[in-house]
């Protein structure tokens, strides 16, 4: 079946500092691969998003390449601010037995910023 | 109006109470999905409907049961549960032929 992993937390890094949160997956076909947010509180953000291979999701100053050959999906951020502390989930979609496109997320990570 | 809406945010029970989560999507989606996320676990998918035909259950316990009047609302009706189902529930939804999912806020429920 399906299944992602990514690193576990927690992440604590200074403002400004480089963030990297890997992301590895396995799936029989070609999903599409998703970084999801979650703000204290709150529910889960689509943060970025990848459908095919050497794709590049980016928002916010995120980024994120689709790699087939790693099956990786690595979520990057070159200065992080306070604002970004959150958890962080990376996911997959896979037709399921309808037309649906069922999510398998990972366990999730939580970021903390310091000023 | 926030593309997805949940209600109450929070809910305290006791476990012979009988209460709904209600969620309500405004985006014109067809699918709608019930999470549970609980602290150091995985989130679980626990039903999904399709054009108010529910496709999915994730082998959850009977105490749980979903409700889909139509594409824009979903309920899920609590009785008899247990404190281990203390949780944050979440609703979201999705296009038909789409594979995003966008997510409400959630209901931090509480069972004592």
């Known amino acids: 079946g399906n299944s992602v992993t990514q690193m576990e937390g927690p992440v604590t890094l200074s403002e400004e500092a480089f963030l990297t949160i890997n992301c590895t997956y396995t799936?029989?076909?070609?999903?599409?691969l998703f970084w999801y947010v979650q703000y204290p509180g709150e529910g889960l953000q689509l943060l970025l998003k990848?459908?095919?291979?050497?794709d590049k999701g980016s928002n916010k100053g995120f980024e994120a390449t689709y790699r087939k050959e790693t099956t990786s999906f690595h979520l990057e951020k070159g200065s992080v601010q306070v604002s970004d502390s959150a958890v962080y989930f990376c996911?997959?979609?896979?037709?399921?037995?309808?037309?649906?496109?069922?999510?398998?997320f990972g366990k999730g990570t939580l970021l903390t910023v310091n000023p | 109006e926030t593309g997805v809406t949940q209600t109450p945010r929070h809910l305290v029970m006791g476990m012979t109470n009988k209460k709904s989560l209600k969620c309500e999507q405004h985006?014109?989606?067809?699918?709608m999905y019930w999470y549970k996320q609980s602290a150091k676990k995985p989130l679980e998918l626990m039903f999904v409907?399709?054009?108010?035909?529910?496709?999915e259950n994730n082998s959850v316990p009977s105490r749980f049961s979903p409700e889909c009047p139509n594409s824009s609302h979903l309920f899920l009706h609590l009785h008899t549960l247990q404190p281990e189902d203390s949780a944050l529930y979440l609703c979201?939804?999705?296009?038909?032929?789409?594979?995003?999912?966008?997510f409400g806020p959630g209901t931090r429920l509480t069972v004592l």
């Open positions: 985006l014109g989606h067809n699918a």
């Open positions: 990848a459908t095919k291979a050497d």
């Open positions: 996911a997959l979609s896979d037709v399921s037995g309808g037309s649906n496109y069922k999510l398998t």
């Open positions: 979201a939804s999705s296009l038909l032929e789409g594979n995003e999912q966008f």
């Open positions: 409907y399709n054009f108010k035909e529910q496709t």
């Open positions: 799936a029989t076909g070609y999903p599409s």
